[in-house]
Each structure stands twice: as C-alpha cells, then as structure tokens.
C-alpha cells in the first residue's frame, strides 16, 4: 500500500494567519481527495484533486495537485477559530479485488481566537 | 436525512466476548468500508465490500470479520476481542468501490477492550 505522509502533523496558530499542510508520496497518485475531520465526528470530503498542477479554491482554502502528482497542498488563508480539526488527504489504489481508501496521518490544526 | 448510521456510538467490552459493530447507510451506496483511527496512525482500512456479497480485506483485517448480505448494511463483527482492538471505527460508504468518489463517514465507535 502506498504510504502517504502529511507535515506537519501539529500546527497551532493564531487567528488570521495563513499557513499551508502537505500530503506527499513517492508513488504517482491517480488522484487525490483532502477530507476534514472534527472532535467526535466523522471526516467529511472537502474537494478531489485529479489533474497534476490543478489548484482548486473552496472559499479561504486552496488545494493544489503536484505537476507530476506525487504531492498536494492544501492552503488555508485568515484562519479562522472554525477551520480547527484534523486535516487529512487520501488516495485510492485499485486492485484486482477492488478499491482502497489509504488515508495519510493527518494534520491537527488549532486555530486560537 | 442521507447519512450513514453506526450503532453503538461507545462500547466497552472485555477481552474475548464477542461483539458486533453495525452499520447501515440510506444512500443505495454499493461500496462500504470500515475503518480504525489511531493516534498518530491515521485512518487505516481494516475490510471493504464493493457490492452485495462481495468483501476484501484491506490493511489491517486480523482479528476482524464483516459480511454484506444487504447493500445497506455492512457490520463489523469481533468474534474475540483483545485489548490491541481499543480504538475509534467508522464505517464508511461510497457511490461505486472507483476513482474519485467521496466516501460519506459515521459518527464513530469508540471501543474499549479490557
């Protein structure tokens, strides 16, 4: 299974802020999806990145697929005490059997008022 | 309401009693999965089932079980539990088991085994 690594794993900062949380890989991803996960909930799909270098805008966050797509970013820009959770990107991998889901460590994000 | 419903939201259980974790979604999807979230490991796939009857294992399926009778329901069954298996599980379902699909999570179980 292809691992997936996501830096930092811990970020804390101060609102108003911009800060950026990676998601790389050695393999090529056929695409990629970044999920956001809350205290005592289940993550929930925040955008699905397909083509290297597509950048993709949901309001202050910007994901970005690597030109050669073995790396994506997500940007948040003005944190806001509501963007605190656990940020998490995913890829599937096919195999004869069917699909998996691999999800990388996650980034915590605090964002204090 | 489209959601996906994981019974019981906590459990603690003692080691070797048998338990069933179910999971049911409303969304006529075909693929489900289950998943456990440990800290510092992220969410790891322990079995997924990519239509009715039809099941695989994924990363880390020892000392778990599941069975896809119907397309709604997908439970995932403990048949001994160990101390090693105390950790937060989501079950999850998507469209079609293919590329690009958002996958719809639980609430979550939390288990204890002691």
């Known amino acids: 299974t292809q691992l997936l690594e996501q830096s930092p794993q811990f970020l804390s900062i101060q609102e108003g802020e911009n800060l950026t949380v990676y998601c790389n890989s050695s393999?090529?991803?056929?695409?990629l999806q970044w999920y956001r996960q809350e205290p005592g909930e289940g993550p929930v799909l925040l955008v699905t990145?397909?083509?290297?270098?597509e950048v993709k805008k949901l309001k202050r966050l910007t994901f970005q697929f690597g030109d050669a797509r073995k790396d994506s970013s997500l940007h948040i820009t003005a944190a806001q005490p509501g963007d605190t959770g656990l940020y998490l990107c995913?890829?599937?991998?096919?195999?004869?059997?069917?699909?998996?889901?691999?999800f990388g460590g996650g980034t915590r994000l605090m964002v204090k008022p | 309401e489209a959601q996906v419903t994981q019974n019981p939201r906590y459990l603690i259980t003692v080691t070797g009693k048998k338990l069933t974790v179910t999971c049911s979604q409303n969304m006529n999807h075909e693929y489900m999965s289950w998943y456990r979230q440990d800290p510092g490991l992220g969410l790891r796939q322990i079995y997924y089932s990519m239509n009715v009857e039809v099941t695989d294992k994924g990363d880390v399926p020892e000392g778990y079980k599941v069975s896809r009778k119907e397309k709604r329901n997908f439970p995932l069954i403990l048949e001994s539990p160990s101390p090693n298996q105390t950790s937060l599980y989501f079950c999850a379902s998507s469209l079609t088991g293919y590329f690009h699909t958002e996958a719809f999570f639980g609430q979550g179980t939390r288990l204890t085994v002691v």
């Open positions: 995913a890829q599937s991998t096919h195999n004869n059997a069917g699909n998996m889901l691999t």
């Open positions: 990145v397909v083509t290297g270098g």
């Open positions: 393999s090529v991803f056929s695409s």
